[in-house]
């Protein structure tokens, strides 16, 4: 009859050691017919299959995660460990758009800033000194004598000829104040008959036939001390020179740099 070892092999009935480990088979007891076999351990894989035991479920009455039994250290390492949450936020990227747009609006708002303040100091502090300069009294007098032409031309084209003040025998042009024209050419050509930006009038006059006429601005210092009206354009330098438009063109007009040439104006 075969018999177990010890160690859990099995042995022919013949043998009288164990094959696996050498270790003796046991006597047979003498009142019994079989031999006396210890219980075999459990198998590797069956000792793999069964599950460990349960941690005790800690409660109001009983022990807690932490804590340990009579068993020491083996108790504690079978206690579950307590669950630990995840970081919050770990692993999500950050949106740096909200950021870059909030940057960029504080920017806008400053350079908007900046540019109220400099539209504010160029328009009560630099212009009305530039508007107040005889350069600008000039370029502003060539263009109030732009707009009278173009009044006096509409007024030639529907009456046939350039409004006259009537005519000075000894003078090929009968030079009047444009203001006397008020009645002919407000308000459907003009709205208002302008001084020049140094306050003084204008002056205007037309030719024997009407056919043509001369609109003169007398400068910084108001004193028309033209002697003839000059046959080819030309440019002044002085303040104090005389701006001249004849028929629609300029034939004395400022150029390049310009200067007080008098201590008038």
Request: charged letters at 15%.
């Given at each position: 009859?075969?018999?177990?070892?010890e160690?859990?092999?099995?042995?022919?009935?013949g043998?009288?050691?164990?094959?696996?480990?050498?270790?003796?088979?046991?006597?047979?007891?003498?009142?019994?017919?079989?031999?006396?076999?210890?219980?075999?351990?459990?198998?590797?894989?069956?000792?793999?299959?069964?599950?460990?035991p349960?941690?005790?479920?800690?409660?109001?009455?009983?022990?807690?995660?932490?804590?340990?039994?009579?068993?020491?250290?083996?108790?504690?390492?079978?206690?579950?460990?307590?669950?630990?949450?995840?970081?919050?936020?770990?692993?999500?990227?950050?949106?740096?758009?909200?950021?870059?747009?909030?940057?960029?609006?504080?920017?806008?708002?400053?350079?908007?800033?900046?540019?109220?303040?400099?539209?504010?100091?160029?328009?009560?502090?630099?212009?009305?000194?530039?508007k107040?300069?005889?350069?600008?009294?000039?370029?502003?007098?060539?263009?109030?004598?732009?707009?009278?032409?173009?009044?006096?031309?509409?007024?030639k084209?529907?009456?046939?000829?350039?409004?006259?003040?009537?005519?000075?025998?000894?003078?090929?042009?009968s030079?009047?104040?444009?203001?006397?024209?008020?009645?002919?050419?407000?308000?459907?050509?003009?709205?208002?008959?302008?001084?020049?930006p140094?306050?003084?009038p204008?002056?205007?006059?037309?030719?024997?036939?009407?056919?043509?006429?001369?609109l003169?601005?007398?400068?910084?210092?108001?004193?028309?001390?033209?002697?003839?009206?000059?046959?080819?354009?030309?440019?002044?330098?002085?303040?104090?020179?005389?701006?001249?438009?004849?028929?629609?063109?300029?034939?004395?007009?400022?150029?390049?740099?310009?200067?007080?040439?008098?201590?008038?104006?």
């Amino acid at each position: 009859m075969d018999w177990t070892c010890e160690c859990g092999t099995q042995n022919p009935d013949g043998t009288k050691f164990c094959n696996q480990c050498g270790a003796p088979r046991p006597p047979v007891h003498p009142r019994r017919n079989t031999p006396s076999v210890p219980a075999a351990p459990p198998k590797e894989s069956e000792a793999k299959a069964i599950p460990p035991p349960e941690p005790p479920q800690s409660g109001p009455g009983g022990p807690s995660a932490g804590s340990t039994g009579p068993s020491g250290a083996g108790s504690a390492s079978r206690t579950a460990p307590a669950a630990v949450p995840p970081p919050t936020g770990q692993g999500v990227p950050k949106k740096k758009g909200k950021g870059c747009l909030l940057w960029a609006v504080v920017i806008l708002a400053v350079l908007l800033v900046f540019c109220l303040i400099a539209a504010a100091v160029g328009y009560f502090v630099v212009w009305p000194k530039l508007k107040g300069s005889n350069r600008i009294k000039q370029a502003t007098a060539v263009a109030e004598m732009t707009k009278i032409s173009v009044a006096l031309e509409g007024y030639k084209t529907s009456s046939g000829a350039y409004p006259s003040p009537g005519h000075n025998p000894d003078s090929y042009y009968s030079i009047v104040d444009p203001g006397k024209l008020a009645p002919q050419l407000t308000p459907v050509y003009l709205k208002t008959v302008p001084l020049d930006p140094w306050g003084h009038p204008y002056q205007y006059g037309t030719s024997p036939d009407d056919g043509s006429y001369v609109l003169i601005c007398t400068g910084s210092d108001g004193v028309n001390s033209l002697e003839q009206i000059p046959s080819e354009p030309k440019d002044t330098h002085c303040y104090e020179d005389e701006i001249v438009l004849e028929k629609g063109t300029f034939v004395q007009k400022p150029g390049g740099e310009q200067e007080a040439c008098s201590k008038v104006g």
